[in-house]
């Protein structure tokens, strides 16, 4: 459950979404390109909520400004020329045309991203079409990567592989829910693979701690020993996230 709210801060008026759960146990705050959010057990009143975020008064604003002073990617126009993120490098997206009736097709080799589109189409049907396509192959991608990370650091943990869902989140790089369901945001795809693999492990490290307990952070820690330093990097570099 999540609402849209807002906090006056160092005399502006901040948006915030708050998201509540009934498995968390503290407050939490993330800033990232859609701004502040919030999480917090079920049972916490606002108004503890709004004291601990003004607490925070100072991290807040600081974080928030350093957020917006980020290196943002130009959002593409899906035509020869473009730069997309993939595994930590920028492969260079070409567009061309293939025979009539034929369908659209995605070809990688090395640095360069090929779309073969119908040569009937133009302007921002075009421009569609080759972003449909972008993201069907991305996908795959994503999911061809995931898996084995996922399956390895369950096989740690002495679990099963577990099932894998990819798909576009907002807001989360992944999620694992109550039944061991693993879902992984696609977009992570063009992050590194040392850091695709921090965020694998933290799901993982929730097949056997549900929660974000110290006894959580130590199973993580034993999958991915320099998991802070992943963290800040992937934290630092949202740039290299999939700009669609």
Not at 90 to 113: A, H
Not at 114 to 141: C, H, I, N, S
Not at 181 to 194: F, K, P, Q
């Amino acid at each position: 459950m999540s609402e849209s709210r807002t906090i006056v801060l160092n005399g502006q008026e901040l948006p915030y979404t708050l998201k509540r759960s009934a498995r968390r146990r503290t407050i939490g705050f993330q800033i990232d390109q859609h701004g502040l959010s919030v999480r917090a057990p079920d049972h916490v009143r606002v108004g503890r909520i709004e004291r601990a975020l003004r607490q925070r008064e100072s991290w807040i604003t600081e974080k928030l400004t350093a957020w917006r002073a980020r290196p943002q990617r130009p959002a593409p126009a899906y035509a020869t020329g473009d730069a997309l993120p993939f595994l930590g490098r920028e492969l260079g997206l070409r567009v061309i045309d293939l025979d009539k009736g034929v369908r659209t097709q995605v070809e990688r080799d090395g640095d360069v991203l090929t779309v073969r589109v119908d040569p009937d189409l133009a302007g921002e049907l075009r421009a569609a079409t080759v972003k449909r396509a972008l993201t069907r192959w991305y996908k795959r991608q994503a999911e061809q990567v995931y898996a084995p990370l996922l399956a390895g650091h369950a096989r740690a943990l002495g679990k099963p592989a577990p099932k894998l869902i990819v798909r576009q989140q907002e807001r989360r790089w992944g999620s694992c829910d109550s039944s061991g369901v693993i879902r992984m945001n696609w977009r992570l795809i063009g992050a590194e693979e040392r850091l695709i693999d921090y965020v694998c492990a933290h799901e993982a490290a929730h097949l056997v701690e549900p929660n974000h307990s110290a006894a959580f952070w130590s199973v993580v820690a034993g999958l991915t020993p320099d998991y802070r330093d992943r963290e800040k990097q992937l934290r630092e570099q949202q740039f290299l996230i999939v700009p669609f």
